[in-house]
């Protein structure tokens, strides 16, 4: 479901003569901060139409709009925020997920190869968990990569034997 078309639909009910949907469509944002809610309309734009303080806008709309649809909608400032009914949405997603099922998230956002560097374990030092994590964060992002149509390229670095051959160098100067 598309949630920002949503809330343009419950704002065009109430803004359906003010503002075209497709304008209400331009002015919905996401905002800053998680605590302001998943969409906010700012009513600036209507406060030359309305001849009305932006905040007492955002009120009238609020007290107009039909938050059913949502968890909650609320007036701050010069915006209304609107907060997505969170357990809906989950259920959307789980649903979307299991209709796709492995195509989910496939999407052809680039092309082209991308390098991943990976552990590149020292073989003169003892393997350890940070080995096992710079894998796993490599390798998730290989994955992520080939889903939205790159070409991984996961690199290894092994064989550095830049402590070996110091060591080795000290050793033939001190002893011969």
Same mark, same amino acid.
């Given at each position: 479901m598309d949630y920002k078309q949503q809330v343009v639909q %419950?704002?065009?009910a109430v803004?359906? *003569?003010?503002?075209t949907t497709d304008t209400i469509n331009k002015l919905v944002e996401q905002p800053k901060s998680d605590d302001l809610? +998943?969409?906010? !309309?700012?009513? !600036?734009?209507?406060a030359k139409v309305r001849r009305m303080a932006p905040p &007492?806008? %955002?009120? *009238?709309?609020v007290a107009a709009i039909d938050q059913s649809q949502f968890d909650h909608v609320v007036a701050q400032g %010069?915006? #209304?925020? !609107?907060?997505? +009914? &969170? #357990?809906? !949405?989950?259920? *959307?997603?789980?649903?979307t997920i299991a209709t796709q099922g492995s195509h989910y998230g496939d999407a052809q956002v680039g092309h082209g190869n991308v390098p991943i560097d990976m552990s590149s374990p020292n073989i003169a030092k003892p393997m350890?968990?940070?080995?096992l994590r710079s894998t796993v964060i490599g390798n998730s992002l290989a994955k992520i990569l080939t889903k939205i149509g790159y070409t991984p390229i996961k690199i290894n670095y092994l064989g550095d034997w830049g402590t070996q051959f110091g060591k080795l160098i000290v050793a033939y100067k001190k002893m011969g």
């Open positions: %419950a704002l065009a803004l359906g *003569d003010e503002l809610g +998943d969409y906010a !309309f700012p009513t !600036f734009a209507l &007492k806008i %955002a009120a *009238d709309i %010069a915006y #209304v925020n !609107f907060f997505l +009914d &969170k #357990v809906a !949405f989950a259920q *959307d997603t789980l649903t350890s968990m940070g080995h």
